[in-house]
């Protein structure tokens, strides 16, 4: 029997089992753009299946690109470095030349200074051990960028095939519909959502007789806000334009609420300026230290949302996590939802997160940019 491969996730199609991956009734063969029963729900109803495919599975596959000879394009999202850097990159490409694309641009103030950003990304890379031939910065949605990035990639890949390597929701199948449309004129070759794991096998794409743009399976990085919340506050935490930056004075023993998802306390330090960069569909509530507790449990999932009431029991408990910063500018970063940057003399501060999403400091992203 002749072999279909799913044009929206490249599952290979089969007939035989509804809840697994690539199932299509026999019907959809004879069509000419064919897409496996979850790709057409997710493309006309904005429906989202579970598949028997683990986290596991989705590595080993990608990992295989080791052992092929090609140009890595890792993209990465500029709004959220932390989730989406990897830092096993070079364990699943292998000795490949990477190229970092930093997407989701139009999300950062218009003053943000592009080539200092270039090089804080470098800075970023190069702390986890990955070499990187060039840096390129990108909107998808916009189209900005996407042509310097073709240009970088026809310069590096000397032929070969071209891998497009990320996490879950970082943008990928928006940037290569981007580079299908700009090329054929074909709109939505391939499918794209809000929700983690849409692409589930290799997409190839023919760039020329011998050589491939291929579209990976999403890396799952289970440290990211997405998978703690649910399909209508996954909409709500993802920003889908231009962040405005929310600046608070605060005095030690001041707590900021974002939402009911994270919170952070400022324990001790002078009266300085806290910057938040986040969705601007969130809330953020200040409230003294000693009250913040008391807040959250009479007001979680009402004034502090999302959580929503209904999503709440099955919430992760949130965990502290105790940072010392010294003088300076330097990010509070909660992966998959945004930052706070202390902006001051110094300060000790606790951040709570849901448990298994992990806090990390940085030198900010956005320092010394204006």
């Not at 001790?268 to 449990?297: A, M």
């Amino acid at each position: 029997m002749e072999q279909h491969i799913c044009q929206g996730c490249g599952s290979i199609i089969q007939t035989e089992h509804p809840n697994e991956a690539g199932y299509a009734p026999v019907s959809a063969l004879e069509k000419d753009v064919i897409l496996c029963k979850r790709c057409f729900r997710l493309k006309h109803y904005n429906e989202i299946h579970d598949v028997s495919i683990t986290d596991e599975d989705f590595l080993k596959m990608v990992s295989s690109i080791r052992d092929r000879n090609g140009l890595i394009v890792h993209i990465i999202d500029v709004f959220d470095v932390d989730g989406t850097l990897l830092s096993n990159l070079p364990r699943i490409t292998g000795d490949n030349p990477i190229i970092l694309v930093g997407n989701k641009l139009d999300l950062l103030p218009k003053s943000t200074n592009e080539n200092k950003l270039k090089q804080w990304l470098r800075h970023e890379a190069s702390q986890l051990g990955i070499k990187i031939k060039d840096v390129v910065l990108i909107s998808s949605v916009k189209g900005k960028g996407i042509d310097e990035l073709k240009e970088k990639i026809e310069a590096h890949r000397s032929g070969k095939d071209v891998f497009i390597v990320g996490v879950t929701n970082v943008g990928k199948s928006t940037f290569i519909n981007r580079l299908i449309k700009e090329s054929t004129g074909e709109e939505e070759a391939i499918t794209t959502s809000y929700f983690p794991g849409t692409t589930l096998g290799f997409i190839e794409i023919p760039l020329d007789e011998d050589s491939f743009l291929v579209d990976t399976p999403g890396i799952v990085n289970k440290q990211q806000m997405a998978h703690y919340v649910s399909e209508k506050e996954l909409k709500m935490i993802t920003p889908k334009k231009e962040i405005k930056a929310r600046v608070y004075q605060l005095q030690e023993q001041q707590t900021l609420y974002i939402g009911g998802l994270v919170r952070m306390d400022f324990i001790k330090g002078e009266k300085q300026s806290f910057v938040c960069y986040f969705s601007n569909d969130l809330t953020i509530h200040r409230t003294k230290l000693e009250n913040s507790d008391e807040l959250y449990e009479k007001h979680a999932g009402e004034l502090l949302s999302p959580p929503y009431k209904e999503q709440l029991e099955n919430f992760p408990p949130l965990t502290a996590h105790s940072f010392k910063i010294e003088k300076g500018k330097v990010d509070i970063v909660f992966p998959g939802l945004g930052w706070i940057s202390v902006q001051g003399e110094g300060a000790t501060v606790a951040a709570h997160s849901p448990k298994g999403v992990s806090v990390t400091t940085r030198k900010s992203l956005l320092s010394g940019q204006q």
